[in-house]
């Protein structure tokens, strides 16, 4: 969630979003493989307008015996001084750590479904690949890192409260339902439960909030908040200790402390979690039933909390694709929901946050059903709909924080990493955004990316032209410019020299039983990496790789 007022921008330049427009690198094979060589690639050059080349052109992929690396000034960030003598590595060393890092993640499990292997989404251990990830930590500040885990326990707080104000979601909501029929149809399903009086008194969050560090600043920013399938807490991880093992192994040659890697416990976390829900239900016959994609190439990441749920707390999950539930699933007289005549005490989301994940009515009634159930949901669609950018938006106005908390340090913390964003109804900012296009983004109401210099100006220039009510379908949110800084990536068993930006996500989850809190907590965090080239975020959709943090 962030802030933003209707007052004109600052005449400093804003920072940009992570969640902004971003294209996959296309690349060509430099050297072929054999056992002693590793593959080191570098992508064709891009056809770009002046005006829509976002980053330097400098920041391309090079091969490692190319020499001298240049530094970069992007609109993203400048380069800052690497951890590691970037520039100076020994390439026989580099190749070992490649070498090394590949095997440790095939023994160990960071492995994702190939996406060229037909059932590597739906079979598994048909298809695997390495997941995407960067081969070293990443720099981080220990401060910036100790205010995130801070703020953790505070938005879990304020998640849990907006989502008990039924009135303050459905008219924050009501001119994106307009025009988004997504929005609409979670905001029905809302408004049913509103009609049925019904109550969550166990309430499950399992979230993540993103944020970049600010170059210009040195602010912590929140990205945003996610209610809604927070993925990752069984790879990332993986990721923490593959690079905690290559720093035992060649940190002296580094110069690198594995001390200065912070442990990661999101999936333990998460699972504590999920089971301590399971045993507030009070049925020992019931299950924990993960709600899936029907092709999901992350499948390892969900398999590792499974696994956690049933070897640490002998709790039994299954899983359900939103179709399998509509045809298996029962609502008994008392509210118990039974899928394929088993009784669901917890259910947990790694699907329904996307239009495409309803192609069908036939998805929507299985949502319904969950909601009507007695089960506990994570999230809730009152979790699912506090989440959503709209309302990120309309916490950041002033006053409305004071709405849902009392405690005023606790208010500051939050106002403190909010990046500005604005609706567009205002005619101030829209006109401020688009004289200065390059320090916002325009972000969809839906997941996907945001929008930035000719497309921003663009979409605003049409929406003043049409005088319609689709600008409620977006949010403006400043620009984060992070820093950049150069690092090696690793995808699909080749090794990529780039320069490179991150996002830090942190886990938290939240319990609650009536007016009693039981868990409220930090629970691990999720770095991600992408080059400084590239606008968009998501590792699963191939775009950045995962990473860990090396406090600094």
């Given at each position: ?255 690198l402390d594995s001390k ?129 950018k709209k309302i990120q ?125 039981i868990i409220n907590d ?31």
């Open positions: 969630m962030g802030v933003g007022s209707s007052q004109s921008l600052p005449n400093s330049t804003f920072p940009s979003a992570l969640a902004a427009t971003f294209f996959p690198h296309q690349s060509q094979p430099i050297f072929s493989f054999n056992p002693s060589t590793i593959i080191f690639q570098r992508p064709c050059k891009r056809a770009m307008t002046e005006r829509s080349l976002l980053w330097s052109s400098s920041s391309s992929f090079v091969p490692l015996n190319s020499g001298k690396v240049d530094q970069v000034e992007t609109q993203v960030g400048s380069a800052v001084r690497p951890m590691y003598d970037f520039h100076g590595i020994d390439e026989a060393l580099l190749q070992r750590m490649v070498y090394d890092a590949l095997v440790w993640s095939s023994l160990h499990g960071l492995v994702v479904g190939d996406r060229t292997v037909k059932r590597a989404g739906t079979v598994p251990g048909v298809g695997m690949v390495h997941a995407p990830f960067a081969l070293l930590p990443m720099s981080f500040p220990e401060s910036h890192w100790q205010q995130a885990c801070e703020l953790t326990p505070i938005f879990n707080e304020l998640v849990d409260r907006v989502s008990l104000d039924w009135k303050f979601l459905q008219e924050a909501l009501y001119r994106t339902k307009k025009v988004d029929s997504f929005t609409s149809r979670l905001l029905d399903i809302h408004s049913k439960m509103q009609e049925m009086n019904k109550k969550e008194e166990i309430r499950l969050g399992l979230h993540r909030s993103d944020y970049m560090l600010d170059e210009q600043t040195k602010l912590l920013l929140q990205i945003e908040l996610n209610t809604i399938s927070s993925s990752f807490p069984g790879l990332s991880c993986l990721v923490t200790e593959l690079h905690r093992s290559l720093l035992n192994h060649y940190g002296k040659h580094l110069g200065r890697i912070p442990g990661n416990s999101a999936v333990t976390q998460f699972a504590e979690a999920l089971a301590q829900a399971w045993k507030e239900y009070n049925n020992p016959r019931a299950l924990v039933m993960f709600v899936v994609q029907t092709e999901e190439r992350n499948m390892y990441d969900q398999h590792w909390l499974s696994t956690a749920l049933k070897e640490r707390h002998d709790v039994t999950t299954i899983r359900k694709t939103l179709a399998e539930i509509d045809a298996e699933g029962k609502l008994l007289p008392d509210g118990t929901l039974t899928v394929g005549g088993q009784p669901v005490a917890v259910i947990y989301f790694r699907a329904g946050y996307a239009p495409t994940d309803y192609p069908s009515e036939s998805e929507w009634r299985a949502r319904l059903l969950m909601e009507q159930s007695s089960a506990v949901k994570c999230p809730s669609i009152s979790y699912h709909l506090a989440g959503t938006q309309e916490i950041a106005k002033p006053n409305v924080l004071e709405r849902f908390l009392e405690n005023k340090d606790d208010i500051a913390k939050l106002r403190k990493c909010f990046a500005g964003l604005w609706s567009l109804d205002d005619s101030n900012i829209i006109k401020e955004a688009i004289e200065r296009p390059e320090v916002f983004v325009m972000k969809p109401q839906r997941e996907g990316g945001g929008l930035i210099i000719d497309k921003l100006i663009e979409t605003l220039l049409r929406l003043q032209k049409e005088g319609t009510e689709e600008d409620a379908a977006y949010i403006l949110m400043q620009r984060i410019f992070p820093n950049v800084s150069p690092t090696f990536l690793m995808r699909e068993g080749i090794c990529y020299k780039d320069h490179a930006i991150s996002e830090l996500g942190i886990y938290g989850a939240y319990l609650r039983n009536k007016e009693k809190v930090q629970c691990g965090h999720l770095m991600r990496t992408k080059v400084s080239s590239s606008n968009e975020g998501g590792v699963a959709a191939g775009f950045a790789v995962l990473d860990s943090i090396y406090l600094t």
